[in-house]
């Protein structure tokens, strides 16, 4: 007993001695290394690992259909931490024009649309930058978008009406109805319906009461914008001694479809004693006021000054408000000058509104953008497209100084505007004689949009251009002209003599030929087969007896070159 006490108690001091060792050294190695130090010769627990970025997985690259409006690309990244990772857009020159997710999913603001592109560069390729964040580090990523292509249905051209008169113009009913005005020269308007029938009842018929003379005859018609209310609508003719006159009619009263032809009232008298250069063509433009193309008064090279004296409405355009009447004491002024005319209020005739032109047959408003197209026949060189936007007040074109960009008679040239495209006569498939102004398409054939479609009346030339590359300063010559012959063709019929190229209210175009026909482009979802293509204009020598009368009627109409006489 007494020795197991013995062993108890040395066993006590022995853990004793140990506990004071232990603090004395650790009390040393406290001096020694401050607080918290370690013994010399240990091992460093590992240091908590740095967050590392994520890393995309998803390609730089995209290729996405036009008119895409879902998501279209999802960007996916890896995080080697296994953090959560969210994106978003960090740049790029066509970062509005997109949205992305949190989760990477990413879409057009808009749906893209191939053949008008709204991408920094204009090339349907679009430049984003992407930023994937796990929440304390991101990356980004360079994304380039290419919008491609998507063909709608195919197009077809149809002819819907031949027989006609003479038809020099069409004009949409302004509903629904599909409904067309179809203008004959000899002094008729009848209304067509949509599948081509044409009413036995004209609209208006006034042959025999004016001049049919040469280039003369009826030749221009508008409706105002307000003809469901008013009846209004207004025409462009000669008169019997060939003084132009727009005339104001009315429409029976309870009766759209029929005209009072004793309502007319020439609200603007142009005395023209020649009976070529005509012009002919009245619309009105988006500011709802009415718009005159009128010729040079006629002959070879402006024998008269006409085209460069703004006194005189001759050789001009002008731009009227039928709804007033600022000249109640004359009956040939039955109308009120807009404000904004560039010669209202100083120097030269209050009604111009561009002046230097020669026969300014055709023309017609963008409907998107509200700028005027101008086809202006030339002299016996060189056909020309014009262009005025909404501004353009006062514009001079240049003849008779100038046809087209080359010199005519010669003189100063500071301050003219040039055409925006031109051609030169010949028999070639990118030359002519007397162009036909056309229109911007902005129907349902897609690939069709924003085309400037246009023609020449003598030779049996259609072309197209990039409303986008015609551009104010700038003359685009006929090799970047698209020949059009082929995709014309029509299922029945051949466009010989194009006189007007005219919109309805759904903005399918139509093409009115001279000798009686009325061909219309539309879609064809059925993919039927274009006939074979046209080709290049023939020589006299090879064409068929009727075409030879068509060629001989043309130039009836339009006159010899060599006499300045042409046809509207």
Known sequence: MVQTRRRASR???????????????????????????????????????????PVFTSGATATVPEDTAAVFYTATATDPD????????????????????????????AAPDFEQPVDANGDNVYLV??????????????????????RGAAFRVRRIASGLNFPIFIA?????????????????????????????????????????????????????P????????????????????????????????????????????????RNNHNGGWIGFGPDRMLYVAIGDGGG?????????????????????????????????RDYAIPAGNPFASAGGAPEVWAYGLRNPFRNNFDTQTGNLLIGDVGQGAIEEIDLMRPGDGGANFGWPILEGTAVFRGGPTAGMTPPVAQYSHGTGPVNGSSVTGGLVYRGPVESLLGEYIFADFVRPNIWSLPIARLVPGTTLQANEFT??????????????????????????????????EIFVIETDALGIPQSAALGAPRAASQ??????????????????????????
């Open 543 to 568: 064409m068929s007896p009727q075409q030879l009368l068509r060629e001989g009627l043309s130039r009836r109409f339009g006159g010899r070159r060599d006499a300045g006489v042409r046809r509207p």
């Open 226 to 273: 307000d003809f469901f209310t008013s009846g209004r609508f207004y025409v462009f003719v000669t008169a019997p001694d060939g003084t132009i006159e727009v005339r104001r009619y009315l429409t029976i009263a309870g009766d759209l479809n029929r005209a009072d032809p004793t309502s007319g009232d020439a609200i603007l008298r142009v005395v023209h004693a």
């Open 11 to 53: 066993g006590w001091v022995a853990r004793i001695l140990l506990a004071g060792l232990v603090a004395a050294l650790t009390a040393a190695l406290a001096a020694c290394g401050g607080g918290g130090g370690r013994p010399r010769g240990s091992v460093s627990p590992p240091p908590s690992p740095a967050n590392r970025p």
């Open 129 to 150: 930058t992407i930023a994937a964040s796990d929440g304390t580090v991101s990356v980004t990523q360079s994304l380039s978008i290419t919008v491609t292509d998507v």
């Open 172 to 224: 949409p009913m302004p509903d629904s109805s599909g409904r067309l005005f179809v203008v004959e020269r000899e002094g008729r308007i009848r209304i067509m319906t949509a599948n081509g029938s044409v009413s036995a009842t004209p609209f208006l018929d006034l042959t025999g009461t004016i001049s049919i003379d040469g280039e003369r005859g009826l030749l221009g018609f508008a409706t105002a």
């Open 82 to 109: 296994g953090n959560a990772i969210t994106f978003s857009l960090a740049g790029g020159v066509d970062q509005a024009r997109l949205r992305i997710t949190s989760a990477g999913a990413l879409s057009f603001v």
């Open 483 to 516: 020949l059009r012959n082929g995709d014309f063709t029509p299922d029945t019929g051949a466009p010989t003599n194009i006189v007007s190229i005219n919109a309805d209210n759904a903005g399918q175009v139509y093409l009115v030929d001279f000798d009686g």
């Open 300 to 332: 070879a090279g402006d024998p008269d000054n006409n085209g460069q004296n703004t006194n005189t409405l001759l050789g001009k355009i002008l731009r009227l408000d039928p709804a007033g009447d600022a000249f109640p004491a004359d009956p040939d």
